[in-house]
């Protein structure tokens, strides 16, 4: 294999730079993980998918990928503006259990649709509430050092000790406060925010005390305290989705400055937006989740290979029309790979021109877009074969074993019963049923094989 130098688009710099860890052979990796105060919905795991992309790409490299993952279970406020209600105390009512409880248990759905999708788990999972200490010693070292101050609600950092403050999304600070309409209460600055907040009157279930008096952490503090306990001062990529840009990340930038006199990562990495025209995918109003799209019949690798097919740094828009589009391509993808024979030896030429694409900032697109000119090429049925599952080591789409949609036991009934009415010319019945499933959400066809092929057919 040709080694092709790694390129990613760093956000700081808002170029595409060579990529060169700083332990040979060793990849130091922050992610921005979930807050657990409800279900993940299927645009907040494109994140994860593109992050698994990622370590698939750097570990295809023959790199070790040091991957931590925070969990959001205290701390994160329903107005990045550090107003509101604290997200897991208002899930906890919602749900009517105790703001434990549901940490726990979004985290365990979070991690099962993890594992549907064949993402890999981090090497280190860690969670906000276990490592309260570690957050209260950062700040104090961001005291010591004349970046904090107190009001009554709690400890802020003071964004105007920094002249660059803002640098990563390129924050016009003078417009910000001419503009603000937020309300600032004891704010100095409206670029200023929490690192840790007083509980006040009312008793917390979730709170601990600190020098500053019984509180809990600010949101953008843990990802700072914690990058550094696993990771060290400095490591080599930060992740997050692209809403992370303009506040999180600003702010886990400014405090690590502060507290260390440089940034924390030598790259940063966003993901973007998964589109969805809520009017007609989510009519109820609540988050498209993963288990909406399995109870449909859809294997959730269908919804990985979909997202396959667009650029991290691309916004993609979510269809049932493109989600049923690329279940097909899977469903295709998988018929020809059980075709072909085992014990081939993998295509040099491909493989090279796969690894190029990969790791030219991770463009899938254009990898995946080899699969079919590899399929329809010259080359011999169990090269094809190896090829292919060289490639699947970046894909995740298991594409040697078989799907996992869920057609049900009657809709399998109702086409059977369609293609012996064909059978026997009774043609008018046979589309009856045809019409039948497909006002079911199944649109059924005959394969050139002589098999039924059924697929998801969603309308609105």
Partial sequence: MTQTPIRFFNTLSRQSEAFTPMKKGEVGLYVCGPTVYDYAHIGNLRTYLFVDLLTRALRFNDLRVNHVMNITDVGH??????????????GARQQQKSAWQIAKDFEQAFF?????LNIASPSITCRATEHIQEQIDFISELEKKGFTYMTQDGVYFDSSKQADYGKLARLDRAGLEAGKRV????????????????????????EWPSPWGVGFPGWHIECSAMAEKYLGKRFDIHVGGEDHIPVHHTNEIAQCEAKNGHIQANVWLHGFFLNLNKEKISKSGTS???????????????????????????????TWESLSGAQTALRRLKRRVAELPEGGEVDTAFLNRFVAFINDDLNMPRALSLVSELLDSELDGATKRATLMCFDQIFGLKVDQPEQAHIPDDIYQ???????????????EADAIRDKLLAMGYKVSDGKDGNIDIQIHISH
């Fill in 112 to 116: 099962a649709d993890m594992a549907q």
């Fill in 77 to 90: 406020l329903v107005s990045d503006g550090d107003t509101g209600e604290d997200k897991m105390e208002k």
């Fill in 288 to 318: 498209l989740r993963l288990k909406t799209l399995t109870d449909k019949g859809f294997d959730p690798l269908a919804y990985r290979y979909l997202i396959l097919t667009g650029h991290y740094r691309s916004q993609l828009s979510f």
């Fill in 414 to 428: 109702l086409a059977e019963e369609r293609k012996a009415l064909k059978a026997a010319r009774k043609f008018a």
């Fill in 183 to 206: 309300d600032m209460a004891e704010k100095k600055q409206v670029t200023d925010f929490a690192l840790w907040k007083f509980s006040g009157k009312r008793q917390r279930q979730m």
